[in-house]
Structure formats: structure tokens, C-alpha cells
């Protein structure tokens, strides 16, 4: 059963705002880690963003002062706000939950920035 469901990708231009959501079907995920990876074409999956349950943050040194990650535990939802997008920033970009390698994905949400 999916346990993870993004929404909110789209196309934007250059310099334009989009903000991705998260939202978990188990309560349980308000004490885990959370964070957000994208997969370019020909690129590995990389962190954008993650958060610790007690609202710790850390970055892709690419996306600093552009992104911007956040959780919700009332509607245990984690949130991506980005700003200033660029064409490299292009990617499906995935939620995770947990760990990479041990903990949950969800099926993810293309984002374009094009003009």
C-alpha cells in the first residue's frame, strides 16, 4: 500500500517558486526523518533537503538559500518550498521517509523548469 504521496510538481520558468508536498498515510512518520531527493536524466538520485523529527534541516550546498524544507505534524506532511529555480533543477524529486535504505519512497512528482 503506498504510505508516501507527493504532489505539487509542475513546469516554471527560470526564476519562479514551486512547492512540493508530502503526505503520509500513518501518523507513525511524524517521529521519522524526512527529506526530499531528486534524479535528473543520466544523474544519480541525490539529497535536496532533509528534516530530523525535531525540525532539524540540512541542504544540497545547490539549493541553499533557494529551498526550503518543513514539516507539518498535524497533517503529517513535509513541504519543499523552492524559489528561484534554475533549468538544472529540472528532476523527478522523490519523498523519503526513514533512511534511504531502509525506510519508505514515494513515487515522486516531475519538476521542469523551462522557458
Known amino acids: 500500500q503506498v504510505q508516501l504521496v507527493e504532489s505539487g510538481g509542475g513546469l516554471v520558468q527560470p526564476g519562479g517558486s514551486l512547492r512540493l508536498s508530502c503526505a503520509a498515510s500513518?501518523?507513525?512518520?511524524?517521529?521519522?526523518?524526512m527529506a526530499w531527493y531528486r534524479q535528473a536524466p543520466g544523474k544519480q538520485r541525490e539529497l535536496v533537503a532533509g528534516?530530523?523529527?525535531?525540525?532539524?534541516?540540512n541542504y544540497a550546498d545547490s539549493v541553499k538559500g533557494r529551498f526550503t524544507i518543513s514539516r507539518d505534524n498535524t497533517n503529517i506532511t513535509v513541504h519543499l518550498q523552492m524559489n528561484s529555480l534554475k533549468p538544472e533543477d529540472t528532476a523527478v524529486y522523490y519523498c523519503?521517509?526513514?533512511?534511504?535504505?531502509?525506510?519508505?519512497w514515494g513515487q515522486g512528482t516531475q519538476v521542469t523548469v523551462s522557458s
Open positions: 500513518r501518523s507513525a512518520f511524524r517521529f521519522y526523518a
Open positions: 523519503n521517509a526513514g533512511s534511504p535504505a531502509h525506510g519508505w
Open positions: 528534516i530530523t523529527s525535531g525540525g532539524s534541516t
